[in-house]
């Protein structure tokens, strides 16, 4: 008797550990640029269509990442970094057990720099007949004549 009720509990603890993995799946995969040149510390985040549910990781120095643990259905998952352009990848279908990999190609973003430069006219002062100093005088000379008669 003994012997059946050990056989029985290692069969039900051996069933719900078994139960508690299938319904979950891993997204891997490697982050490079159009080069091929990996990109390390980008960031991924993975979303569930149907429930919006959210996991967000980030690609270590070798420019991999895992996402581990994902409940199965479909996801979007965004890669985005600075200075690179963000990738959004829709309807990425994770099934029971899956380990997909996903790699992604982010592209350099164009930089636009604006540069403004702005000029006040140096302030005269007011209380001396002198300019700020680094300008340029302008002079008038006048000409007096005294006579005498």
């Known amino acids: 008797m003994r012997h059946w009720f050990l056989i029985l509990f290692v069969l039900v603890?051996?069933?719900?550990v078994g139960l508690a993995q299938v319904d979950r799946a891993t997204l891997t995969g490697t982050i490079t640029d159009s080069t091929g040149a990996v990109i390390p510390n980008a960031n991924v985040e993975v979303t569930s269509q149907e429930t919006g549910w959210k996991r967000a990781v980030q690609a270590n120095a070798d420019g991999a990442y895992v996402v581990p643990g994902l409940p199965i259905g479909a996801y979007t998952v965004v890669v985005?970094?600075?200075?690179?352009?963000?990738?959004?990848?829709k309807d990425v279908r994770l099934g029971v057990g899956d380990t997909r990999r996903l790699d992604v190609q982010l592209q350099v973003?164009?930089?636009?720099?604006?540069?403004?430069?702005?000029?006040?006219?140096?302030?005269?002062?007011?209380?001396?007949p002198?300019?700020?100093?680094?300008?340029?005088?302008?002079?008038k000379e006048s000409s007096r004549c005294a006579f005498s008669l």
């Open 13 to 16: 603890l051996g069933t719900s």
């Open 80 to 89: 985005s970094l600075s200075g690179f352009s963000t990738a959004s990848i």
């Open 109 to 128: 973003s164009a930089v636009e720099t604006q540069i403004v430069v702005e000029s006040t006219a140096a302030a005269l002062e007011s209380d001396t």
């Open 130 to 139: 002198t300019l700020p100093r680094g300008q340029p005088a302008i002079r």
